[in-house]
């Protein structure tokens, strides 16, 4: 157990003491932080002075940068920004209100319904954002104790459900489906959790198989596919459209907004059953207050916009080949990946922090992704493409990665 989580104990304490006993605290929070800064995981927050797109004011100074997740470039859209405006004359700010109560409106039903016809699903649910709506599902969806089987590197929000949850998670190898199969025979498992796109590596998962040993074990199979919603698939229809694989194979479906479709939320996309169940008992949505219904509105500007403008996805594969080509001739370690996630691993924390030092220098930003997003001695530079990209842009970012010292990981 670290600092950070010192358990809280014994009675409450007097005033004197709670004075000692909160600046002992504090002492215990400045080493633990200390430690961070020694062990180069200390992060910090950039201030951007501008929209959110590929060549942002951060702290003073414009940047390209390639660490952001509006793949499709809409996060500044003026189409989804005067959306965002129309939906707060429309509806105000504030949703006021959790749905349940008073604070589901018009622009909420309207894009479920949507979403339910863009995933080709009876139904959706929004949620405030993608950790709630992962939150949520697991614990409707499992009881204490329950066998739920993920993969190694799904993330952190579909951990966390599940520890929320109080199920025994079983963590398998990445991608490794011998090894799930192993390890799930016979266990009676409730749920599969994986990632449709990893988000710090960028591969996909291998659907049809964990579809097939979902089935064979009597489990339920739950994708996030918050990173191929948009970005994959027909019209953007997400990692199960790219694989061929429907509602039956895959009945839970989350997804984010914030991401690809350039707003803020999530959803599940699902049975009847299963989303009246969520309605009914999911905390993190029944005890919140609903998103802005601005932001909903918003959303569907921008779900038609993702939906009809295939160029983007188009002119980001272009993006993504032409940087993957540049990678190969540079020799540089570029994680295995045909999304616009395309890690460049560094191996040590430190390494990955000169790297982005280095880049930045050089007016480009990817900030590095270090333990625990990733695993120890995987850090990386978590380089992400989006259709608001140029080809004149990639060429700039491997000028300059074709700069970094050392590019092996080996030390
Ligand atoms: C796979 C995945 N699921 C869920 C989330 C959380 O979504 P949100 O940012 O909407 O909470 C993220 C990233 O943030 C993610 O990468």
Redesign the pocket.
């Known amino acids: 157990m670290t600092a950070l989580h010192e358990p809280h104990t014994g009675a409450p304490p007097t005033d004197h003491h709670s004075a000692t006993g909160a600046a002992g605290r504090d002492v215990k929070l400045a080493a633990e932080l200390a430690r961070l800064r020694r062990e180069n995981l200390y992060r910090t927050r950039r201030v951007l002075e501008s929209p959110q797109g590929v060549r942002p004011v951060v702290d003073g100074h414009r940047m390209l940068s390639f660490c952001s997740n509006d793949y499709l470039g809409l996060a500044a859209h003026p189409v989804v920004a005067a959306a965002l405006c129309e939906g707060a004359e429309r509806y105000g700010v504030g949703s006021g209100a959790a749905h349940l109560i008073s604070g589901h409106s018009e622009a909420h039903r309207l894009l479920e319904m949507e979403l339910a016809d863009f995933t080709g699903r009876p139904r959706a649910l929004l949620f405030s954002?993608?950790?709630m709506a992962?939150l949520g599902v697991i614990s409707v969806l499992c009881a204490r104790g329950e066998h739920v089987y993920a993969d190694r590197l799904n993330?952190a929000?579909l951990n966390d459900g599940a520890r929320l949850a109080g199920v025994r998670l079983k963590r398998y190898p990445h991608r490794d489906m011998a090894a799930l199969e192993r390890m799930s025979a016979g266990s009676g498992a409730a749920l599969f959790i994986t990632?449709g796109i990893f988000?710090m590596d960028g591969d996909i998962a291998p659907l049809s198989q964990l579809a097939g040993l979902a089935q064979a074990t009597g489990a339920r199979l739950m994708v996030?596919d918050?990173?191929g919603l948009g970005v994959v698939g027909r019209g953007g229809r997400g990692t199960l459209d790219l694989l061929g694989m429907d509602d039956r194979e895959v009945p839970i479906l989350v997804g984010?907004l914030?991401k690809a479709f350039g707003t803020f939320?999530?959803f599940v996309a699902g049975s009847e059953a299963l989303i009246e169940t969520l309605i009914q008992r999911a905390r993190s949505y029944v005890y919140t207050t609903a998103l802005p219904p601005a932001v909903a509105h918003a959303t569907s500007a921008a779900l038609a916009l993702a939906v009809r403008e295939d160029w983007r996805r188009e002119h980001l594969a272009r993006l993504i080949a032409r940087f993957r080509d540049g990678a190969a001739a540079l020799d540089l370690p570029l994680m295995e990946s045909r999304t616009p996630i395309q890690p460049l691993l560094a191996g040590e924390s430190l390494r990955a922090l000169e790297w982005s030092r280095l880049l930045e220098s050089k007016g480009v930003l990817v900030t590095p992704i270090r333990p625990p997003t990733v695993p120890d001695g995987a850090a990386r530079l978590r380089i992400t493409l989006s259709a608001a990209h140029q080809e004149r842009d990639i060429d700039r970012l491997l000028e300059v990665l074709g700069q970094l010292p050392a590019r092996g990981t080996g030390g």
Do not use: E, R
């Open positions: 954002t993608g950790y992962n993330h929000s990632d988000s996030d918050a990173h984010t914030g939320g999530a």
